[in-house]
């Protein structure tokens, strides 16, 4: 039980850390990976999913924090712990995570064997694998490699973060030793000691981390070399008359926090490309490094990369498990594997020949990727080729690397349509691409514009200007997810179509604003972060107290990826008290503690962890009766609120409104991949009562159901014609 004291919701009680929550994120993850629940190589896909997410952490979360303590900063957060204090339960928290993962990959690949994919490891190498690779290493490897004499280049060459690598040992072969013995009148061991050097060889990016070896078991099994062991144990042979008594690997992660200056508009472009180049020699802030490591090796690396103890993680298994995705994706095993689900045609737009009037009659929601992120690219390609297009206007934040859009908007503007592309410069780690898309958009003759100074633009928006007879017509599309068509496939999001004419013009005025009419505008139907989006959610949070009735008790339903705005939270917590029940579906960070008493007893947090990751932002609000229903770009974060340009709108046709809180029911529902958080920070899997409700099946289930109704409906019967005689 929680005492009020005079300012209730102040008290660090009442927040989880930001940090070790997104850690026990990726503890959901990883426990997907560790499901004996799940075919072999979906657990593989989630234990390397597991890598890349703590690799970003690392990079941006820890090394800020490690910039903090650099600095003596010692405020402490929301939830009462100081940098310091957070590093050190970072470390914890992840040293445990690691080790569990890395045991969690041994028993997979164990298990794996048995299904015909053997990943085998240098003590287990036949003599004719040892020789086959051995053959491999010079021809194919060899020639690629550079070995780096570390301890006598000046100065030290740049070891590039999350890269593997390969330090060895070196010292002269046993004939040499006993010639030098003699010259020197010195010990064996001496002389050895003495003419020791440890080298670096980076393992190359660009080959596969898993090689194909011979195999006589004759049954078609695939045995697997992993790269980093075959340079190891053959890095000898780049050393003429020399041996390696001892190898290890390891791998840095540097400092990626780079703050980007924009204070000069013109000079954007050039401070991300210099941002992008200066990551590279940050200081590093987490070395992971083979199990029990020849001491000299280990020094040498803790002492060049100046870490402390708790940042080293020796690992007794792969320095990057990323690497798995090269099994997951392997031919051949698709029984290892869950069942795919092909994205379906949008319901919505079935029998639909004219999108244009399609759109005219009725507003069309997406919901991907059970539904295909297609009619989105067909949309503006259409755009470009329809002669009665003017105008194309769209954000982009992150594209995939081969972008149809991209493609698109190029056509639009060879075709004479005036457009303008807004790319996201500082969109984090895509900014060298989206750098060369700005480049190339340029080239084709599009107008570019990098964002509002000091924001990220985050607000995904697509607007086309038509003419039609003798009036101006606006389509717009709105989502809650990043044009990019091949995340579209990945992530769960939902797009809006329509026609409406004040969500039009609030889009136009939105695109005003990027491009140069700076001062804030009435919306009709919009609220734009950072002038009003915080408010307005504020607002509708409180206004659940104020328009509950015995009858109707207030009721809110949020689904966001991560909650942990103060303010947002605080209003939760008023409304809870009052008596609001409230659902939150929070898919990472959630900083909100649920169940105190007087405070969050009538709030509950879940979290679900699928094949696809949850990235639809989804708000109810029951206003005494008056339903209604918003998507948002926007996370309940305090970035996204202050730092960020988003957009909520809200959904008005009121089918799609009821589709939406249907999907909200059924995410509540789910007793097959929800957990719920605890008032002690912990996750419990829901305990499941009744049928099993799995949300992301049912809803594919759905769409696939949608377009077989959908077909049926509009089919066309023809009668039968008179036989010729």
């Not at 070790?20 to 896909?45: A, C, I, Q, T, Y």
């Not at 003699?182 to 002389?191: H, L, Q, W």
């Not at 700005?438 to 697509?462: N, Q």
């Not at 005003?512 to 915080?534: C, D, M, Q, R």
Request: with cysteine.
């Amino acid at each position: 039980n929680y005492i009020m004291p005079k300012n209730p919701f102040e008290s660090p009680k009442l927040y989880f850390n930001r940090e070790l929550s997104w850690l026990e994120f990726n503890d959901r993850v990883l426990r997907e990976g560790l499901s004996e629940n799940l075919p072999l190589l979906e657990r593989l896909k989630f234990l390397a999913i597991v890598s890349s997410n703590l690799d970003e952490f690392f990079l941006i979360r820890v090394a800020g924090l490690m910039q903090q303590r650099s600095a003596g900063v010692r405020r402490r957060d929301r939830s009462g712990m100081t940098p310091v204090e957070q590093l050190a339960a970072i470390s914890r928290r992840a040293h445990r995570m690691v080790v569990e993962q890395t045991e969690g990959i041994r028993k997979a690949l164990r298990r794996l064997a048995k299904k015909g994919i053997h990943v085998v490891g240098p003590k287990d190498w036949t003599p004719q694998q040892r020789q086959f690779l051995q053959g491999y290493f010079s021809r194919q490897i060899m020639p690629i490699l550079t070995p780096l004499a570390v301890e006598e280049l000046d100065p030290a060459p740049l070891l590039p973060g999350l890269q593997l690598y390969t330090a060895a040992v070196i010292a002269p072969s046993a004939g040499e030793k006993i010639e030098k013995k003699k010259a020197a009148k010195k010990s064996a061991k001496k002389v050895a000691k003495k003419n020791e050097k440890i080298v670096v060889v980076p393992v190359p990016s660009q080959l596969p981390r898993f090689i194909t070896m011979p195999a006589d078991d004759g049954n078609g099994d695939v045995h697997l070399a992993m790269l980093e062991d075959v340079i190891a144990g053959n890095v000898a042979m780049l050393f003429p008359g020399c041996e390696a008594p001892a190898t290890a690997q390891f791998r840095i992660t540097r400092d990626a926090d780079v703050t980007m200056l924009d204070d000069d508009a013109d000079d954007l472009l050039q401070s991300v490309e210099d941002a992008v180049l200066e990551r590279r020699r940050r200081a590093a802030v987490h070395l992971a490094v083979s199990a029990d490591p020849d001491r000299r090796i280990k020094k040498w690396l803790v002492d060049r990369l100046q870490l402390r103890r708790d940042d080293v993680y020796e690992i007794d298994g792969m320095l990057d498990a990323t690497a798995l995705w090269e099994i997951v994706e392997r031919p051949g095993f698709d029984k290892l594997k869950t069942p795919q689900w092909p994205p379906q045609p949008a319901g919505d737009l079935i029998g639909s020949e004219d999108i244009w009037s399609t759109l005219q009659d009725r507003d069309v929601m997406l919901f991907h990727p059970y539904e295909s992120f297609d009619p989105v690219v067909r949309l503006v390609e259409q755009a470009a080729e329809d002669p009665q297009v003017l105008a194309v206007k769209q954000t982009l934040y992150r594209t995939s690397g081969d972008s149809p859009i991209i493609r698109a908007l190029e056509s639009a503007a060879t075709n004479g349509k005036e457009v303008t592309v807004l790319v996201e410069l500082r969109a984090r780690f895509d900014e060298a691409r989206n750098v060369g898309w700005a480049r190339r958009l340029e080239d084709a003759g599009c107008h570019v514009i990098y964002g509002v100074v000091g924001l990220k633009t985050h607000a995904k928006a697509l607007l086309i200007v038509r003419r039609e007879a003798n009036r101006i017509c606006r389509y717009v599309h709105l989502a809650t997810g990043n044009y990019n068509d091949k995340t579209a496939r990945l992530y769960s999001d939902i797009g809006l179509m329509t026609f409406d004419r004040d969500i039009a013009t609030d889009v136009a005025a939105f695109f005003n604003l990027l491009t140069g009419y700076s001062e804030t505008v009435g919306w009709s139907k919009f609220s734009i972060a950072p002038t009003g989006l915080k408010q307005r959610f504020i607002d509708l949070i409180d206004r659940e107290v104020s328009a509950a009735t015995t009858d109707r008790p207030g009721f809110i339903m949020a689904k966001t990826n991560s909650l942990q705005d103060p303010e947002i939270i605080q209003a939760l917590y008023r409304a809870s008290r009052a008596g609001v029940k409230i659902k939150l579906n929070v898919r990472g960070i959630c900083c909100l503690k649920p169940g105190v008493k007087g405070v969050s007893e009538n709030i509950e947090v879940r979290s679900i962890i699928d094949r696809f990751l949850e990235h639809a932002r989804i708000f109810y609000f029951s206003n005494g009766g008056h339903e209604e229903v918003y998507l948002s770009s926007a996370d309940w974060m305090q970035r996204n609120l202050v730092d960020r340009l988003e957009i909520l709108f809200p959904v008005t046709d009121a089918n799609l409104r009821r589709r939406l809180v249907d999907m909200l029911k059924v995410f509540f529902a789910d007793n097959v991949k929800a957990s719920v958080l605890q008032s002690d920070g912990a996750y419990k899997p829901v305990v499941r009562k009744g049928r099993a409700v799995r949300a992301q099946e049912k809803f594919y289930k759905d769409a696939v159901e949608a377009v077989r109704t959908a077909e049926q409906t509009t089919m066309q019967f023809q009668p039968l014609k008179r036989p010729k005689e």
